[in-house]
């Protein structure tokens, strides 16, 4: 079992920063991959960002330059650097971990969510 907490979220202005933190704990050695998803209202959710045990970074094409993941080496912690919000930018942010567990090789585990609000 991993467990997350999301903190971070609020209003902020067209062009401003937020950095939005994730906290995690449990099985932790486990884990494949952490990153952030997020989901504006009618729309799918969406991979916004994330790293895999293996090394590698991925961000969604329209936050490339703007938003960097980061995390502390224990892997305890993952962080969102969100500059130069967009109003398209809003949205629920979720932080994600993918781990085994008994019913699935990459398990989905989520936070309950930070909600993220650029206003124009």
């Known amino acids: 079992q991993v467990q997350l907490v999301e903190s971070g979220g609020g209003l902020v202005q067209s062009g401003g920063s937020l950095r939005l933190s994730c906290a995690a704990s449990?099985?932790?050695?486990?884990?494949?991959?952490m990153g952030w998803y997020r989901q504006a209202p009618g729309k799918e959710r969406e991979l916004v960002a994330m790293?895999?045990?293996?090394?590698?970074?991925n961000y969604e094409d329209s936050v490339k330059g703007r938003f960097t993941i980061s995390r502390d080496n224990a892997w305890n912690t993952v962080y969102l650097q969100m500059n130069s919000l967009k109003p398209e930018d809003t949205a629920v942010y979720y932080c994600?971990?993918?781990?085994?567990?008994?019913?699935?090789?990459?398990?989905?585990?989520w936070g309950q969510g930070t909600q993220v609000t650029v206003s124009s």
């Open positions: 994600n971990a993918k781990a085994p567990n008994s019913w699935s090789p990459t398990y989905d585990y």
């Open positions: 449990g099985r932790l050695f486990s884990v494949i991959s």
């Open positions: 790293f895999t045990r293996g090394g590698s970074t």
